[in-house]
């Protein structure tokens, strides 16, 4: 830990959440409220002394409290401000990074308004495009995006639910389940304490689904088509649905969702997130992660579970006072269509477009079962090492061939000596990392060769004399010259 923190703003929050004044904290810390309001203003570090009374007086979780927390919130903001609705204004990256730290609150809410201006005005070119051709007038419709709504919600809470660890682990003690023999297990536990039985049934009955709920006939209905992994997670996550229904309610209507779609959806995740949990008890999976260097073929094969489900499972390492490396995930198809994405470490994700072709992640799908590793570093300076690699969703036979995903899993570079697959790698050598962006509209690379789009920021050049690496020429952005 940083023995000269400069965390003001956080102290400065602390004080009014517990409503007290300079004078009162002050007193409760042993220092003078001159020397407070110092820090408070950043003008003096948080030692480690001071630290420890913090955490002793004010009960806050002293790494937690440490961390930066900003990171996410202030690429979001540059995000935002790229678009060219502010062009022109005079905003710098020290003024992201202000408002983070000073007012986080009224930070996520602008990056929620732009949001929401954003699904306006596509939902307005959908509604011209239909407009334009009077024979489809009829189907034109609000287009709604739950399934961001849940990303939000999972994201909120750095993708780490304690009550249902806490389920998880009791269902081991309560079910005798055991390490050698899961699927039994489960089995066992559905039937002497729901009257719940299952049932493995041929591809042409199941159809596409690979599990299905008989309520009346108290049966669970799996697909020959899972692997052993896919069968406990789906009895596991029925499991969920049936003996804690309450608590994943619990949960959903905390977040405030907007419609029953995203409601549901939500409570489908949640039930997910138990069933790994289940598969992959947190404090097992955790000392097999830092003893093997999160090694994922170790992992799989310890748990027998698949490389998605151990690279899901990864990102949830976030209980308190038993952390693990916080981790960054995104799963993609050969089109580049994100189906799952969980920005930790402040990762900055795409929210409104494409991702960066350089990433490794679209790498993957040249070498198909291979882990591809990368340096990458983008526009800010911020260096990041990924691992990428294919995974294959489980079809219905010849006419419901197999899905293929990239799945990318990745960390700050500060944690990448942690990672067994970092090891080679020079982690200090900047120069060394791939230089990626967030998308092509938001990166101000004008030398990248692999431009699908010009920058936001930009005055396109068209020169039918020129032609570079890149298809695109470009002006200087708004206000400046060359």
């Given amino acids: 830990m940083d023995k000269k923190a400069m965390l003001g703003p956080k102290v400065r929050r602390l004080r009014r959440d517990h409503g007290l004044t300079q004078a009162q904290m002050a007193e409760q810390l042993g220092i003078s409220p001159s020397y407070l309001n110092l820090i408070e203003h950043?003008?003096?570090?948080?030692?480690?002394?001071?630290?420890?009374?913090?955490?002793?007086?004010?009960?806050?979780?002293?790494?937690?409290?440490?961390?930066?927390?900003e990171g996410r919130l202030v690429a979001g903001l540059r995000e935002v401000f790229a678009d060219p609705l502010f062009d022109g204004s005079d905003i710098k990256n020290q003024d992201f990074r202000e408002l983070a730290a000073v007012a986080p609150t009224l930070g996520q809410a602008v990056v929620s308004l732009y949001r929401a201006f954003r699904n306006s005005r596509d939902d307005l070119q959908a509604l011209a495009e239909r407009m334009a051709d009077r024979d489809k007038l009829h189907l034109v419709q609000n287009v709604s995006f739950p399934q961001e709504e849940v990303r939000d919600l999972f994201q909120a809470a750095s993708n780490?639910?304690?009550?249902?660890?806490?389920?998880?682990?009791?269902?081991?003690?309560e079910g005798k389940l055991e390490k050698g023999d899961l699927y039994r297990g489960l089995v066992d536990y559905l039937l002497n304490n729901h009257s719940v039985r299952v049932r493995l049934l041929p591809s042409d009955i199941m159809g596409y689904a690979v599990r299905r709920f008989d309520r009346h006939g108290r049966r669970i209905l799996l697909s020959e088509m899972l692997a052993p992994s896919g069968r406990n997670f789906q009895l596991a996550c029925q499991i969920a649905l049936l003996r804690h229904r309450e608590l994943l309610n619990q949960i959903v209507e905390s977040a405030n969702l907007?419609?029953?779609?995203a409601r549901r959806l939500a409570r489908i995740g949640l039930a997910n997130y138990f069933a790994a949990a289940v598969l992959m008890p947190y404090g097992r999976f955790l000392e097999a992660a830092n003893q093997s260097r999160y090694d994922i073929e170790i992992l799989r094969r310890r748990f027998d579970a698949s490389f998605e489900q151990v690279c899901q499972r990864l990102t949830t390492l976030q209980r308190t006072g038993a952390r693990g490396v916080p981790f960054f995930l995104m799963r993609v198809d050969s089109a580049g269509n994100v189906s799952k994405r969980f920005a930790g470490a402040g990762f900055p994700f795409a929210r409104f477009g494409g991702g960066c072709p350089r990433w490794i992640v679209y790498e993957a799908f040249r070498t198909p079962g291979k882990i591809h590793s990368q340096l990458s570093q983008m526009p800010d300076g911020t260096t990041y090492f990924s691992i990428a690699r294919t995974v294959v969703k489980a079809g219905g036979g010849f006419r419901s061939p197999p899905q293929q995903f990239a799945i990318a899993l990745g960390c700050d570079a500060q944690h990448a000596a942690?990672?067994?697959?970092?090891?080679g790698f020079d982690l200090e050598n900047t120069e060394a990392a791939t230089p990626i962006g967030v998308n092509c509209r938001l990166?101000?690379?004008?030398?990248?060769?692999?431009?699908?789009?010009?920058?936001?920021?930009?005055?396109?050049?068209?020169?039918?004399?020129?032609?570079?690496?890149?298809p695109y020429l470009f002006a200087p952005p708004t206000g400046e010259t060359r």
């Fill in 160 to 173: 780490h639910f304690p009550d249902l660890e806490a389920a998880a682990e009791a269902l081991w003690e």
């Fill in 258 to 261: 907007s419609g029953d779609e």
């Fill in 443 to 470: 990166c101000p690379r004008l030398d990248c060769s692999q431009r699908a789009f010009p920058p936001l920021n930009h005055r396109l050049i068209v020169d039918e004399n020129l032609r570079g690496l890149s």
């Fill in 418 to 423: 942690q990672i067994t697959y970092a090891d």
């Fill in 42 to 69: 950043n003008q003096r570090p948080v030692t480690v002394p001071l630290l420890l009374k913090l955490g002793h007086n004010f009960g806050v979780d002293l790494q937690a409290f440490a961390e930066d927390e």
